[in-house]
């Protein structure tokens, strides 16, 4: 079984919409959450960072972590077109080294 | 402020040619490096870590090896390239807390 499972997607809305993106994790001892975007070609970066379960809210953008069902959500309210690029969750336990999701592909249709 | 460097951008390259990615950071000093391979619907897969001078952690077994002569410099190898290499490499960095990884914009590498 895989660490972090994402639904690759693709996933098209229209402008405005809002975005749901999941991943499940399989490890109870995952406690570090992240959300990382990555433009074609380019490296990712860094979206979201949360700690335990809970909702973090950053401008358009909410994080979501439900350890009881070790579930991962990020939603994105009144998308734009700049918001088209690939998704990717990751966690971690500890010290130890990120676990990445495959990412979902975004795209945002003006 | 950090800043992570990572060339060339794109490389195309016969099997069996050695191979070098560099990776310099700077702004920071005693940073965890990091290797990762991503190939298309397969997500990142960590090749190597490094939390040190000289000390590297390999990840999984395969062609490459890594490197890291200086504090924030991290080097990928391969004496000879397989098709199999081919893929979109990138190198992260984080600090001692591993808050959250810092990619460069990596190298497309193509073995033809």
């Known amino acids: 079984q895989k660490e972090v499972e994402q639904d690759p997607g693709p996933l098209s809305v229209p402008e405005g919409a809002i975005v749901s993106l999941n991943c499940t994790y399989s490890n109870s001892a995952f406690q570090y959450f992240m959300w990382y975007r990555q433009y074609s070609r380019k490296g990712p970066e860094l979206l979201m960072y949360?700690?335990?379960?809970g909702n973090k809210e950053d401008g358009r953008f909410t994080a979501q972590v439900d350890k009881s069902s070790k579930y991962i959500s990020l939603f994105i309210r009144d998308s734009q077109p700049s918001d088209s690029a690939t998704y990717l969750c990751a966690t971690r336990s500890g010290a130890n080294n990120l676990f990445f999701g495959t990412g979902t592909r975004l795209t945002v249709i003006p | 402020s950090q800043t992570i460097h990572q060339w060339p951008a794109t490389l195309v390259q016969p099997v069996g040619s050695p191979l070098s990615l560099e990776c310099t950071v700077e702004g920071t000093s005693n940073p965890n490096l990091y290797w990762y391979r991503q190939a298309a619907g397969r997500g990142l897969q960590l090749l190597f870590y490094s939390v040190g001078i000289g000390q590297i952690s390999s990840e999984v077994p395969q062609n490459l090896s890594a490197s890291r002569p200086q504090d924030r410099q991290f080097i990928l190898s391969s004496k000879k390239l397989l098709l199999s290499d081919s893929g979109f490499y990138l190198c992260a960095w984080s600090d001692q807390s591993n808050y959250g990884y810092t990619f460069g914009s990596g190298t497309r590498l193509t073995v033809v």
């Open positions: 949360t700690y335990s379960s």
